[in-house]
């Protein structure tokens, strides 16, 4: 008898997670602290290791119709506008990774995927308070007090994860890393000095940079384009002071617990970019400034399940996003835990999930921190920015391994 799988979150990792147990004959119920599945205003860039596994499940075609395909990877001088190095993206990127490269709306990932979920088990409004192991099986409690027994609880609910408190114990989260973020949509025809729109662009200079891509797809008309502005500091947020790469959690590291966003006064965030190049400032100012967010870096955690529960996704490993791979390693977990579900019986099954799938995205996570420090270097760092122009040139290469990599397996569980 196939066992019975809760999982709390349905965001694209527990969406995905869903989707593959539910094709595969397996009873799985999804709770969702949200209403209703939308976030206004927020992008995501998918790469063919991501991709790959949303085509095997069936839900690609109707995907890429809202997603956009960019057509190069460019890195420029953030101030000269200089193009330091470029990686060809649409069919080229498509034919040698055998999957695409999507720009998309966070909203409509999360709707296609929760459209392919079967609506009777997917509990939207129904957020997790509490989760207790009950040796052969687990039980969560609801808000209104409820409590549901499965054979296996999946921790999908995100960075700031309540099973993970149950898995690690409280304390043990995400920490702030030291950079913060603003974000915005622009409309393209908004942006008259912009070179390349239709490709995904990083902009770097000394203690910040601007990564854009397009992003709808034919459904929305490629017209409008993601930005993601990223600054050094401020050195403390709320009362957590950041860390350096945070492996080991030495003096002063903090979990970062539910810190939010800041507002900051207007004007903050194109003063940061004073002397940029003209299409930087143009796309910064085309919109209000969002709020401030702290970019958040999970220490490697000891345990990835306690008994029945296991977790994944951003609630095991939220990871800096300067390579775009958080949702992409929420998809590969949510592939192979299903996978793994599916050909053992759950305690094998928990047990194989965390060998499968630490190294990984242990190996994403430190490359992701290390991108960031290249973006970021100071004029006077002549060495450094040679090593810098260097990486950019060999970045698709250097980095196949993420995009090439295929998360699912007929490999035997033992
Ligand atoms: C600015 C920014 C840009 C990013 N860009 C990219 C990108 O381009 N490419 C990429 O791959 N990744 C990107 N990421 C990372 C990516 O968004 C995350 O890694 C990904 O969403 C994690 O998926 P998840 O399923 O683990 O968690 P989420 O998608 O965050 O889903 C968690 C879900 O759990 C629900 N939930 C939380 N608590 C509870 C509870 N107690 N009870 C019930 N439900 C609950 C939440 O409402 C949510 O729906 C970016 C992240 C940031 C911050």
């Known amino acids: 008898m196939s066992p019975r799988i809760a999982v709390v979150g349905a965001g694209i990792g527990g969406l995905t997670l869903g989707i593959a147990l539910q094709r595969a004959g397996v009873t799985v119920d999804l709770y969702e602290r949200a209403d209703e599945l939308r976030e206004v205003g927020a992008a995501v860039a998918l790469s063919a290791n991501g991709t790959r596994e949303l085509y095997r499940l069936g839900v690609g075609d109707a995907l890429d119709r809202v997603s956009t395909q960019p057509t190069e990877l460019v890195y420029r001088d953030g101030r000269t506008g200089e193009r330091i190095a470029a990686h060809p993206g649409g069919a080229d990127y498509r034919a040698r990774f055998g999957a695409p490269y999507w720009g998309i709306h966070r909203v409509d990932l999360q709707q296609t995927l929760a459209g392919a979920v079967d609506r009777a088990h997917l509990h939207l409004g129904r957020t997790v308070t509490g989760v207790v192991d009950d040796g052969d099986g687990a039980t969560i409690t609801l808000h209104d007090g409820t409590t549901v027994t499965a054979d296996v609880v999946v921790g999908a609910d995100g960075v700031h994860s309540v ?94 617990g539910h810190l939010g966003n800041l507002e900051v006064p207007a004007g903050e965030l194109l003063a940061a970019f004073a002397g940029w190049h003209p299409a930087v400032r143009e796309m910064l100012a085309a919109v209000d400034q969002s709020p401030r967010w702290p970019l958040l870096s999970q220490p490697p955690l000891i345990r990835w399940t306690r008994g029945r529960v296991v977790l994944i996704g951003d609630a095991c490993h939220a990871m800096l996003p300067h390579h775009g791979q958080g949702a992409n390693q929420s998809i590969e977990d949510a592939v192979v835990l299903a996978h793994l579900l599916t050909s053992a019986d759950p305690d094998t099954a928990l047990d194989a999930y965390p060998r499968r799938r630490r190294a990984r995205t242990r190996a994403v996570a430190r490359s992701a921190w290390e991108t960031g420090t290249l973006l970021h270097l100071p004029d006077d760092d002549v060495d450094g920015l040679k090593v810098r122009d260097a990486r950019f040139e060999s970045y698709l290469d250097a980095n196949a391994w993420v995009h090439e990599y295929t998360a699912t397996t007929t490999e035997e569980v033992a």
């Open 163 to 256: 099973v993970r408190d149950h898995v690690c114990g409280p304390g043990n989260g995400p920490v702030y890393s030291g950079t913060s973020a603003f974000r915005g949509l622009v409309e393209r025809s908004d942006l008259p000095s912009l070179p390349d729109p239709l490709a995904i662009q990083f902009w770097a200079g000394p203690d910040a940079h601007l990564l854009h891509y397009p992003m709808g797809g034919a459904a929305r008309g490629d017209d409008t384009i993601n930005f993601f502005a990223v600054l050094r500091g401020p050195e403390q947020w709320g009362d957590t002071q950041h860390r350096g790469e945070h492996a080991d959690r030495g003096a002063g590291a903090r979990d970062a």
